[in-house]
C-alpha cells in the first residue's frame, strides 16, 4: 500500500494589529503623501506576502491590521516596511528632506499586539 505523503505546509491565521507614527508626530499623512503611503504599504506588503487586512492613515499615526507570514518575525517586517517606506516617500517626495533630516520619516518603535477571536472589536 502507497503510504500518503505528509504536508508540512500548514494554513495559520494570525494577525496583527500594528501603531506607528511619523517623527515627532507629525501631522502630514492627511496631505497629499496620503495616497503615495497607501500605495507604498500595498506594494511593500505584496513583495513580503503580508496580506493587509484594513489600514487606516490616520492624521498624525498609522493603523494597519496584518496577516504575516511564519517564517517572518514581526520585529524584521517592520523593520522592512519602516526602512523601505521612508526610502521610498523620499524618493518622490524631495522637499521632505528638509524637514526631516537624515531620512528618517518614521519614530522610532512601534505598537503590536495580535488579533485573534475579538477581530472585531479592533475594528471599531
Not at 501631522?27 to 506588503?45: A, D, M, P, T, V
Amino acid at each position: 500500500m502507497a503510504q500518503k505523503a505528509h504536508s508540512l505546509s500548514h494554513k495559520v491565521d494570525v494577525f496583527y494589529h500594528l501603531v506607528f507614527t511619523p517623527k515627532y508626530r507629525r501631522k502630514i499623512i492627511y496631505n497629499h503623501y496620503r495616497s503615495n503611503l497607501g500605495e507604498i504599504f500595498q506594494r511593500l506588503c505584496s513583495y513580503k506576502d503580508v496580506e493587509i487586512i484594513e489600514g487606516h492613515l490616520m492624521p498624525d499615526h498609522v493603523h494597519m491590521l496584518v496577516s504575516i507570514p511564519p517564517r517572518i518575525s514581526v520585529s524584521s517586517f517592520m523593520g522592512y516596511l519602516k526602512g523601505k517606506s521612508s526610502l521610498m516617500v523620499f524618493d518622490k517626495h524631495a522637499n521632505l528632506k528638509y524637514k526631516f533630516g537624515n531620512r528618517h520619516f518614521w519614530a522610532e518603535g512601534y505598537y503590536v499586539s495580535t488579533v485573534g477571536l475579538n477581530e472585531a472589536t479592533i475594528k471599531k
